[in-house]
């Protein structure tokens, strides 16, 4: 027993030393370790802007942004000779009070898609009579804005294209709909209104 015992003891240790001094083992514990390192290696990290990095200016004429409910104008609509307080929001506490602007829309005279929103049953009971071709007209703390309907739509309550970004300064200007429905109207009343740049208003007055 004995002498089979250290038979066994000189074979390993003969073929230990012939695994160490063999590629294999190389072999073995590289690839040991590859799969260590599979098993730790973090996920790549993204590379942060550099710091210097030239970002895009924002040009407004706003020189402070309104805070949810403040006052931030006004809207004269000549067809109905009606002026209505606009306030920042479209919760029902601004729309309680009058018109509310869309807090992630553009503000009245920027780039893109101003939107303002109104009860039919308050502000906005008449504003089935102005359609494509009457004036909006804005009044803000940078000035006077003034837009002409060019579009008139009636969308169901869910539809989102109401407030999709606009190639052009925009007033959208929304509604419930039909204005005589009894409840919870299904529908949204809505004037698209781009803003009258000076030749426009010459180009009409001439027509």
């Known amino acids: 027993m004995r002498k089979g015992i250290l038979g066994l003891a000189v ?6 030393i012939w695994f160490s001094t063999t590629n294999l083992s ?20 993204p590379v942060p802007p550099a710091e210097d990095e ?6 407004s004429p706003y020189p402070l942004k309104p805070e949810k409910g403040d ?3 006004e809207l004269y609509i000549p067809k109905l000779e009606a002026t209505l307080p606009i306030y920042h929001g479209t919760d029902e506490d601004e729309l309680e009070r009058g018109v509310g602007h869309f807090a992630n829309s553009v503000l009245p005279g920027e780039e893109d898609n101003s939107v303002l929103s109104g009860h039919r049953d308050t502000v906005f009971r008449e504003l089935g009579e102005v359609g494509v071709g009457d004036l909006l ?3 803000t703390a940078t000035g006077t804005h003034t837009y002409r309907v060019r579009k008139v ?3 169901d309550e869910d539809d989102r294209t109401v407030i999709v970004p606009k190639p052009r300064a ?13 409840g919870s109207a299904p529908e ?3 004037l698209e209104a781009t803003l009258i740049k000076e030749k426009d208003e010459s180009e009409n007055e001439n027509s």
């Open 11 to 16: 074979v390993a240790i003969i073929f230990g």
């Open 54 to 59: 030239p970002t895009e200016p924002v040009d």
């Open 26 to 45: 190389k072999f073995l514990t590289g690839y040991a370790i590859f799969k260590v390192g599979q098993m730790t290696k973090e996920e790549p990290q």
């Open 137 to 139: 007209i804005v009044e």
């Open 71 to 73: 006052l931030m104008g």
């Open 170 to 182: 925009t007033l959208t200007v929304s509604t419930c709909y039909p204005f005589d429905f009894i």
């Open 153 to 155: 739509r009636i969308v």
């Open 188 to 190: 949204r009343y809505i």
